[in-house]
Nanobody, 125 residues
């Protein structure tokens, strides 16, 4: 099972930008789906963006046009570039991965078998 390590995040004012990255313990394979979730304490984990095994990207409606998910295949790193950040984006951001195609909705946490430890993103108004 692949291990995932997030880095980046931090604090920014409303309207600012941040980037988080995820480094897998093994080379990302062509049949792997990998993406980002976020969670506020007391709430359910929310799917933010994912790149599936066909290299298609999917985004939550709340982040479309503001966030961009990408993979640097030469460095084997997953990125999430977050622009126009708002206080509602404040959360712990988790990297998640699974092998093979989704058997259900991409934004369901139960679709993923590997999770990182999370990195905090805080947006102040």
């Amino acid at each position: 099972q692949v291990q995932l390590a997030e880095s980046g995040g931090g604090s920014v004012q409303s309207g600012g930008s941040l980037s988080v990255s995820c480094t897998p313990s093994e080379l990302l394979s062509s049949d792997m789906c990998i993406g980002w979730f976020r969670q506020v304490e007391g709430n359910e984990r929310e799917g933010v963006a994912v790149i599936d095994s066909d290299d298609d990207a999917f985004y939550a409606e709340s982040v479309k046009g503001r966030f961009t998910i990408s993979i640097d295949k030469t460095r084997n790193i997953l990125y999430l570039q977050m622009n126009s950040l708002q206080p509602d984006d404040t959360a712990t951001y988790y990297c998640a991965a699974r092998l093979g195609r989704f058997s259900g909705a991409w934004y369901r946490p139960d679709q993923y078998s590997s999770w990182g430890q999370g990195t905090q993103v805080t947006v102040s108004s």
